[in-house]
């Protein structure tokens, strides 16, 4: 597609889903195009993983490895010294390329949403002191997370509101915060992502940026799915195929774009 190849800015890589056939996997995804992922880090434990994972893939071949480094809002509760102190640790690391995936998430509520609201704010802090941006997660928890995000943009260097799923109202104030926007599979899901094939317009390039939140959210619109029902980084392809077909551009253009995007959002070297 690009000559850098697709980057999937969100990927579960430490998942257990990938255990058994991590490096049939990645082959996969660089046979689909997919140049670079970025592991995800949803607890201290995964971003831990996720780090030493990107390291010990650091020299192998195609697709290149990044990590990121933080605490899903459903994990806000572990939130303690010793977590933000290892997070601080990691996300210095040059492998760690931002911090989350953190956010708010009323959609579950796992986590207390004062507790949740305590965790993103501690998490914008730490991404201001380390000058990284950071991954984002919002669920049903819109103008909380707006708020947070309004306080603390002028400190951050970026973000990435990923996998975006949200109403136009939303979006367009994500966007004039200059955060980026992550969409998935989502998209191609006839029962629950329609709206996203209208939205996906309203993004400007340079600020669209793709991803699999793989093994989750399947593309529905795939022309053969694993009868696993695991999604994986191949699958990018079908999400850019996707996006591009609703912003009524080639997809070579959008995989270029895209990922020039993600490069300088993340200061991916070259």
Known sequence: ?????????????????????????????????????????????????????????????SPRLFATAGIHPHHASSLSDDALAELRELGARPEVVAIGECGLDYDRDFSPRHRQRAALDAQLDLAAELGKPVFLHEREAHEDFARAMERARPRIVGGVVHCFTGTREALLRYLALDLHIGITGWIGDERRGQHLRDLVGLIPEGRLLVETDAPYLLPRDLPARPRSGRNEPAFLAQVARTVAACRGEPVEQLAAHTSAAAARLFRLPG
């Open 1 to 61: 597609m690009s000559a850098r190849g697709l980057i999937d800015i969100g990927a579960n890589l430490t998942n257990k889903a990938f255990r058994g056939d991590l490096d049939q996997t990645l082959a996969r995804a660089s046979e689909a195009g997919v140049g670079t992922i970025l592991i995800t880090g949803t607890s201290a434990a995964a971003s831990r993983q996720a780090r030493a994972l990107a390291v010990e893939r650091r020299r192998g071949p």
